[in-house]
């Protein structure tokens, strides 16, 4: 999946404060590629994923998916035309504890129509694939951080999109289960699909193929990563 900004801005203000989170900020992603963006705390990384997720829109600026620009639509648009094509991964997991694994799992497909025993079956391929089909009948406080974010990531596989969104996805895991979790981002984005990442790890960032690094709501470099 393809994605492109121009002159992306986004000011927050309330009555006496405005504050810019992100400064004319232009970016193409590739279809397939992996990129990393990295940059201190409060640089803008996080405000823009959620614009490239569309769960925010800029304040000025213009941003395409797919070739539709798609930064003016109306949140209940926003939310139709990101269902299905993106995946998000957060550091803080947010699954739902009054679900197992296989229903936080299946939510995505619901949202979808998907029903009966094709739903079953792409649940049960991806819980495979990511390890974790014994679990499938556990809650989420009855699995490890590691767990939690493989039933994550199966979460936002499960429906098949063409991008996945990471913010921070080891940020709450140590090293072995960081490790794995980026090994399992690295062979998603090897069968095509496109993964934005926010990192303040540069462990996590050589696994991409190209860094943005951001610094007071501005890029100051994107570099080519791995060889």
């Given at each position: 999946m393809e994605l492109r900004t121009e002159d992306l801005?986004?000011?927050f203000r309330t009555d006496v404060v405005e504050t810019v989170a992100l400064n004319g900020v232009s970016i193409d992603i590739h279809d397939g590629e992996f990129v990393a963006i990295m940059g201190p705390s409060g640089c803008g990384k996080s405000t823009l994923l959620n614009i490239l997720g569309m769960l925010d829109t800029p304040t000025d600026g213009t941003y395409w998916l797919e070739g539709r620009e798609v930064s003016k639509l109306k949140e209940d648009d926003r939310t139709a035309y990101r269902?299905?094509?993106?995946g998000f991964v957060f550091q803080s997991f947010n699954l739902i504890e009054e679900l197992n694994v296989t229903e936080n799992v299946g939510l995505p497909l619901g949202y979808l129509g998907v029903k009966g025993e094709e739903r079953r079956k792409r649940v049960a391929e991806t819980l495979e694939r990511m390890g974790i089909t014994h679990r499938a009948s556990?809650?989420?406080n009855q699995l490890?951080?590691?767990q939690q974010?493989?039933?994550a990531i199966a979460?936002?596989?499960v429906s098949r999109p063409g991008l996945i969104l990471a913010d921070e996805p080891t940020g709450n895991l140590d090293s072995k289960n960081g490790i794995e979790v980026m090994e399992?981002?690295?062979e998603l984005n090897r069968e095509g699909t496109t993964v934005v990442m926010v990192t303040h790890s540069q462990r996590d960032a050589s696994y991409a193929d190209r860094i943005i690094n951001l610094f007071d709501?501005?890029?100051v470099d994107s570099l080519k990563e791995r060889m």
């Open positions: 801005k986004k000011v269902r299905g094509k993106i556990h809650y989420p490890s951080g590691g974010q493989r039933v979460r936002a596989v399992l981002l690295r709501g501005q890029i």
